[in-house]
């Protein structure tokens, strides 16, 4: 029987606020297919974007911490002394953690170099990937339904969220350390980062007679009035 005093947050870790970057939530999406990935699998998925306003302040540091510590403890679990050159090397990076730094002892980190993905300086990223649609919810803690073959539209790229993630190792097509989404929740709008605008921000509103009059006449040869 389950314990129902657990807390569910128990061995689980928030990073708030982080933007994010293509986010296929709740339709599975396979990407393109490269010589290191020749057959990649179809997934739901998203890139997170580390920027500086959780970078820049002491809680957002605080947040981060947690999760290298618990990044170096599984590490040190799975992999033993090989971990130790591999945290030494990912604490001690520019940035703080970096996901290329540590090749030369053949274990991956799970945060990358935002800004070499022109995300801006003293960004970090990393992916969130799962076999099932993202548990979400909206700002009032609404949950967010999933509805087949739509991904929610208030989650796009460039918003801002909070995810709960859990940390754990792989030890396929590579090894490494890797971030596991639990729960995301929409937290605040963001400048758009894929170029995509609103129609209705184009438009001032409904056009009035005189103006459906000139485009009729448009259309129908005659010149505007």
């Known amino acids: 029987m389950a314990d129902s005093t657990k807390d569910p947050r128990e061995g689980l870790f928030e990073l708030v606020p982080v933007r994010l970057n293509y986010p296929h939530l709740h339709v599975a999406h396979t990407p393109q297919k ?14 997170c974007i580390i920027d500086n306003v959780l970078l820049g302040s002491d809680q957002g540091r605080k947040l ?31 940035q703080g953690v970096d996901g290329n730094i540590a090749s030369d002892v053949g274990l991956r980190s799970p ?17 969130l990937r799962g076999d099932y649609p993202f548990s979400l919810v909206d700002v009032d803690n609404n949950a ?20 709960w993630v859990a940390v754990g190792s792989y030890n396929n097509e590579g090894q490494g350390i890797s971030l596991y989404p639990r729960a ?9 980062l894929d170029n995509r605008v609103e129609a209705s921000s184009l438009y001032g509103g409904p056009l009035d007679k005189n103006d459906r009059t000139n485009i009729e ?9």
Do not use: W
Request: charged share 20%.
């Open 184 to 192: 995301m929740k929409f937290i605040q709008d963001g400048e758009r």
């Open 144 to 163: 967010i339904p999933v509805i087949e073959g739509k991904n929610p539209p208030m989650f796009y790229s460039g918003c801002y969220v909070s995810v």
């Open 217 to 225: 006449n448009l259309i129908n040869g005659g010149g505007a009035a």
């Open 111 to 127: 945060f990358g170099d935002g800004a070499a993905k022109d995300f801006g300086p003293c960004t970090l990223t990393f992916n």
């Open 64 to 94: 981060l911490g947690a999760v290298i510590i618990e990044i170096k403890r599984v590490a040190v679990d799975k992999f033993r002394e090989r971990a130790n050159n591999f945290m030494t090397k990912v604490l001690h990076s520019k």
């Open 34 to 47: 490269t010589k290191q990935n020749p057959n990649p699998r179809t997934q739901f998925q998203t890139t």
